[in-house]
């Protein structure tokens, strides 16, 4: 019986915490939809690439945050980081992809630059801060937003358990 009142309220929890459903997640004010999500996660798929949702939202929310800082900050990103983006995930370069693919793309593109050593720290430090300050809400059935980390924190569902009922 108190499992099910856990899981009763765990399901109010998460119904309370996301009042419109549509949304993915809501990033400086701006709604990622669900709809945008299954549109990345289709552009994917169509090119055989097969993406789990709060992973492709990840990039989606930081590419959400980062991209005006970049552009804002005159960081450029050169076509062949692009281009290795897309055959890292197998993605046709050539095809036509939705506003948000190419979007996590160009953060991609840019976090490859930023491993390449390409930028020094002052370059990339407002993208990083603006990261650590980003005002993220996540819809609860992907996780919860780790701003310390600029991830989605994996579910914890401590109301399923392995325990056999003693009768």
């Given at each position: 019986?108190?499992?099910?009142?856990?899981?009763?309220?765990?399901?109010?929890?998460?119904?309370?915490?996301?009042?419109?459903?549509?949304?993915?997640?809501?990033v400086?004010?701006?709604?990622?939809?669900?709809?945008?999500?299954a549109?990345?996660?289709?552009?994917?798929?169509?090119?055989?690439?097969?993406?789990?949702?709060?992973?492709?939202?990840?990039?989606?929310?930081?590419?959400?945050?980062?991209?005006?800082?970049?552009?804002?900050?005159?960081?450029?990103?050169?076509?062949?980081?692009?281009?290795?983006?897309?055959?890292?995930?197998?993605?046709?370069?050539?095809?036509?992809?939705?506003?948000?693919?190419?979007?996590?793309?160009?953060?991609?593109?840019?976090?490859?630059?930023?491993?390449?050593?390409?930028?020094?720290?002052?370059?990339?430090?407002?993208?990083?801060?603006?990261?650590?300050?980003?005002?993220?809400e996540?819809?609860?059935?992907?996780?919860?937003?780790?701003?310390?980390?600029?991830a989605?924190?994996?579910?914890?569902?401590?109301?399923?358990?392995?325990?056999?009922?003693?009768?």
């Amino acid at each position: 019986m108190k499992k099910l009142v856990a899981l009763v309220g765990a399901g109010l929890l998460m119904a309370a915490c996301s009042a419109n459903p549509s949304s993915a997640a809501q990033v400086n004010g701006e709604t990622i939809t669900i709809a945008e999500l299954a549109q990345v996660q289709a552009d994917f798929q169509d090119n055989g690439v097969n993406s789990l949702a709060d992973g492709v939202l990840n990039m989606m929310i930081n590419a959400e945050v980062a991209n005006e800082i970049i552009a804002d900050a005159g960081l450029s990103v050169p076509e062949e980081m692009r281009q290795t983006v897309f055959s890292q995930l197998g993605l046709n370069p050539d095809g036509e992809y939705s506003a948000a693919t190419d979007e996590m793309i160009d953060f991609l593109a840019f976090t490859l630059v930023v491993q390449q050593g390409l930028y020094t720290a002052d370059e990339i430090n407002p993208v990083l801060t603006a990261l650590g300050e980003a005002d993220v809400e996540v819809n609860p059935r992907f996780g919860t937003w780790d701003s310390e980390n600029f991830a989605i924190a994996p579910l914890v569902r401590d109301y399923v358990t392995s325990e056999q009922p003693s009768i």
